[in-house]
């Protein structure tokens, strides 16, 4: 059985990801709620993959009445809840590192050419950490395993 957007057949068991450009652009145009449910899951799964980018391409050229700021939403949110895990992994990592050192929170920041605020920041998931910061955290904290 295949779910029909006009001159689009896509079987429905198929995952949104490998569905062609085109039946999206029909999906968002011509689906109905049960569609669009099955674009805004596979965008929560991934907020910057495929399916949202496209989806995003689509709602900004064909800028579909109704359905495409919703779908524009849908996007965003799941992009702000990505970045919000993110940042507590991040936190999660920086907290565990500070434990393992085994040193106060201003010795190490010192250590690592910070302060102790800015480093009690990135521990609580106030403040994201640089990528460089986060290599130079992990390898002093490596060197004082030794």
């Known amino acids: 059985m295949t779910t029909a957007f006009?001159?689009?057949d896509v079987d429905?068991?198929?995952?949104?990801?490998?569905?062609?450009?085109?039946?999206?652009?029909?999906?968002?145009?011509?689906?109905?709620?049960?569609?669009?449910?099955?674009?805004?899951?596979?965008?929560?799964?991934?907020?910057?993959?495929?399916?949202?980018?496209?989806?995003?391409?689509?709602?900004?050229?064909?800028?579909p009445y109704g359905v495409g700021p919703l779908l524009q939403r849908a996007i965003e949110r799941s992009r702000d809840e990505a970045r919000r895990h993110e940042g507590e992994v991040v936190a999660s990592e920086v907290a565990a590192l500070v434990r393992r050192s085994g040193m106060s929170l201003a010795a190490l920041a010192a250590?690592?050419?910070?302060?102790?605020?800015?480093?009690?920041?990135?521990?609580?998931?106030?403040?994201?950490?640089?990528?460089?910061f986060m290599v130079r955290l992990r390898e002093t904290v490596a060197r004082l395993d030794e």
Do not use: M, N
């Open 12 to 63: 429905p068991a198929s995952p949104v990801g490998s569905w062609p450009y085109e039946a999206l652009v029909a999906c968002i145009e011509r689906g109905g709620v049960r569609d669009w449910a099955r674009l805004t899951t596979a965008i929560a799964e991934e907020p910057w993959g495929d399916v949202a980018r496209q989806v995003e391409l689509i709602v900004a050229d064909v800028r």
């Open 111 to 132: 250590r690592l050419g910070t302060s102790g605020s800015r480093l009690s920041t990135y521990r609580s998931g106030q403040v994201v950490p640089s990528a460089t």
């Open 6 to 8: 006009r001159h689009v």
